[in-house]
């Protein structure tokens, strides 16, 4: 059943909807919510503009977000979400402020939107998820603390990551994009799960330097197609006996702007095409692991200077840019291709 409330609420009480619909159908309307105090399902449809109250205690929804008209103005409020979040009032529906949303429902959550969130948290055993190719889902602060965003259709956008590196899982698939940028002070090592089944991209902006794997956590990439894109930085895959890293990776493309270093001898990629770009000096050190397939894509006075021993197991394609042998240096590849 629906509660149709065309006023504002106020609690200092006990507010508690285990079942069913508030639904907002007035002008201009303000909510007040006691603690402890928690929606089911909450629904905006009313004419004007309805606010979180700035005395309200953390404002919980069990169920479904859906606003269906007028505007719902967060400014710096915080707001859990347990279900499903939909918006078929447009983007402007919905006024981000500095608000927090915190998904942290028990199952599957969808997003059934284009939307722009100030600070979004995911605090969840499932994930969060995007499931339509017209659907670009933005924030300006992503911080997680239990559970994985899932773009099975669709983009998303962190613009900046609160965990100092690549935490929790990220799922993509074709058609689907995943962008997560870093600030200047900030990691974008991996100590996460990178899962990419049959296509998707995960492009990763920005960062204090090299994307360190394994680091400062365990990590795992499972890619059988798609695109990792590292645009400003290299990659180290480090060796310590604290954290683990586990591969899986049978296809796909790892492009990196900068070194590419790994000490792992578990990185043994069977299908990968690894891509080295960008127009800074740079290393390739293969201490352990070996390759599938590897690509020197660099303005052409600009090296990537071979620094150990490598095993290429599939070609090797200098499209442009020098690759230099060190001293010593010993390369073992089925084929090498040069441009021009």
């Known amino acids: 059943k629906d509660l149709i409330i065309k006023g504002d609420i106020e609690s200092q009480g006990d507010f508690q909807c285990h079942y069913g619909t508030v639904k907002l159908t007035g002008a201009d309307q303000s909510l007040k919510m006691n603690s402890g105090n928690f929606f089911n399902n909450l629904t905006f449809n009313q004419t004007g503009t309805a606010i979180i109250h700035s005395s309200s205690q953390p404002f919980e929804v069990k169920g479904n977000i859906s606003i269906e008209s007028g505007v719902f103005k967060m400014y710096n409020r915080v707001m859990s979400v347990g279900g499903h979040w939909n918006n078929t009032a447009g983007i402007n529906g919905f006024n981000k402020g500095t608000g927090r949303v915190i998904f942290n429902g ?9 939307e722009n969130f100030y600070t979004l948290e995911v605090n969840k055993g499932a994930a969060l998820r995007v499931d339509n190719v017209n659907h670009t889902v933005t924030c300006n602060k992503y911080e997680w603390k239990k559970g994985s965003i899932d773009v099975i259709k669709g983009t998303f956008t962190a613009l900046d990551l609160v965990n100092n590196g690549i935490y929790g899982s990220y799922y993509v698939n074709p058609n689907a994009i995943i962008n997560l940028h870093q600030d200047a002070s900030g990691s974008i090592g991996l100590y996460g799960k990178l899962t990419f089944t049959n296509g998707g991209t995960i492009n990763i902006y920005g960062g204090s330097g090299t994307s360190y794997w394994s680091s400062n956590g365990d990590a795992n990439i499972k890619m059988n197609g798609g695109v990792l894109d590292f645009k400003d930085h290299g990659i180290n895959i480090y060796n ?70 490598i095993i290429i197991n599939g070609n090797l394609n200098i499209n442009s840019g020098t690759f230099k042998l060190n001293p010593g240096t010993i390369l073992k590849s089925n084929n090498i291709n040069l441009a021009n």
Not at 106 to 114: D, F, R
Not at 267 to 272: E, K, Q
């Open 106 to 114: 028990t199952e599957h959550q969808y997003i059934n939107c284009s």
């Open 240 to 309: 310590t006996t604290t954290y683990s890293f586990t591969q899986e990776i049978t296809g796909g493309t790892i492009r990196a702007n900068g070194d590419f270093k790994c000490y792992r001898s578990n990185f043994t990629p069977t299908g990968l095409t690894l891509e080295l770009t960008g127009n800074k000096n740079a290393q390739l050190n293969m201490t352990a692991g070996v390759l599938h397939n590897l690509i020197i894509n660099k303005p052409s006075n600009i090296p990537m200077v071979l620094m150990s021993n």
